[in-house]
């Protein structure tokens, strides 16, 4: 709808000042960042909309200065990611379309899509060769999910690091983040892959699951206090997201269990902050795009992962004590005592010596 805009408001101009010469000086699209509501930035994105600007404007004889024409990463700071990408060109003077034929936000997709699989298949051929019989075929689909996730996965992570990170810090922080999601994800991959038969450990370590949890509760206090120019890091903190959800999911117990031993207060209340801000995030942008949903959605899971083994735990627990002084194969029922007529509490007879 942009360019029937755009046209409408110009002609809207000219009636409003009617002889005087109108320049439109800055326009342009962005080629990544955040979506501002409906308005999605992207390669192809910004293809269409300079193609059919161009168009209207020769029509209508526009004067007008496109922003701009070289990707200017030293406003991603102030901006954020999408501030610094409205070039024509890349960092790298690198023209992002032509003006005529198709156009794909990711060219190379399709290889590593191929790849991807490939990998996967290896992964799962050299899995099988070792392990028990009964655990080989289970150890060999779990490697051929790992390893096609980690190529897939890895290559939009890194696209998306490359467009999002500027300094030395940046480069830091987002980098601890994927690693502490990829740990996640191969220790929630081996435990899949060899199931325990006992009380197993959690198989997240602590300090990968609090770093994963305040991360992403950090993101979204940016996102609703001060959202205008932050990113919705979905691939960031994908495969985080995955093993925690993958391990509360196939060994609720465990992860409870730990969780109670070492006293996770601190992980319980990032969760809790989780969910409240993963109902406002989408909300905020009133549902118009799928980044901020999918946003919205990984930090409600996210919480959910870590609240609901949790909660399911310490019900069992307390029902554990009420029973604790309960004999092999007995159930301790509590019954009020009944008052009589008088209102005097009637204790049992004493049976006869």
Request: proline fraction near 7%; glycine fraction near 10%.
């Amino acid at each position: 709808d942009v360019i029937e805009q755009v046209d409408r408001l110009y002609t809207e101009l000219q009636q409003r000042i009617p002889g005087k010469p109108l320049y439109i000086g800055e326009t342009g699209w962005p080629s990544a960042g955040r979506p501002r509501g409906p308005a999605i930035p992207g390669r192809v994105e910004q293809a269409r909309y300079l193609r059919e600007f161009t168009a209207l404007a020769a029509r209508r004889g526009f004067d007008f200065n496109v922003i701009e024409a070289f990707d200017q990463p030293w406003k991603i700071p102030h901006e954020g990611t999408v501030g610094g990408h409205w070039g024509l060109y890349d960092r790298d003077a690198r023209l992002k379309f032509a003006w005529t034929g198709p156009v794909v936000d990711a060219p190379e997709g399709q290889w590593i899509a191929a790849l991807a699989i490939v990998a996967g298949l290896l992964g799962a051929a050299a899995t099988a060769r070792v392990g028990r019989d009964g655990a080989r075929a289970r150890a060999a689909l779990v490697a051929f999910g790992f390893v096609a996730t980690l190529v897939a996965l890895g290559a939009r992570q890194w696209r998306y690091l490359f467009d999002a990170n500027v300094s030395f810090v940046d480069w830091a922080v987002t980098l601890m983040v994927c690693a502490a999601g990829w740990v996640a994800l191969a220790r929630a991959a081996r435990t899949l892959a060899t199931p325990a038969t006992g009380l197993a450990p959690d198989p997240i370590p602590r300090l990968v699951a609090l770093l994963l949890l305040a991360g992403a509760a950090y993101v979204d206090l940016g996102l609703v206090f001060a959202g205008r120019h932050r990113d919705f890091p979905v691939w960031l903190f994908a495969p985080g997201v995955l093993a925690v959800v993958v391990t509360s999911l196939g060994d609720p117990s465990s992860r409870a269990r730990a969780l109670r031993r070492r006293n996770g207060s601190d992980e319980l209340v990032l969760a809790s902050w989780l969910i409240v801000a993963g109902v406002l995030v989408p909300w905020m942008e009133r549902f118009a795009n799928l980044a901020s949903v999918g946003w919205g959605s990984a930090s409600v899971v996210l919480g959910l992962a870590v609240l609901l083994p949790w909660a399911a735990e310490a019900r069992e627990h307390h029902r554990a004590a009420d029973h604790a002084g309960a004999g092999p194969g007995e159930v301790v029922q509590h019954h009020p005592d009944d008052p009589d007529r008088d209102g005097r509490v009637s204790k049992p007879p004493r049976a006869p010596p």
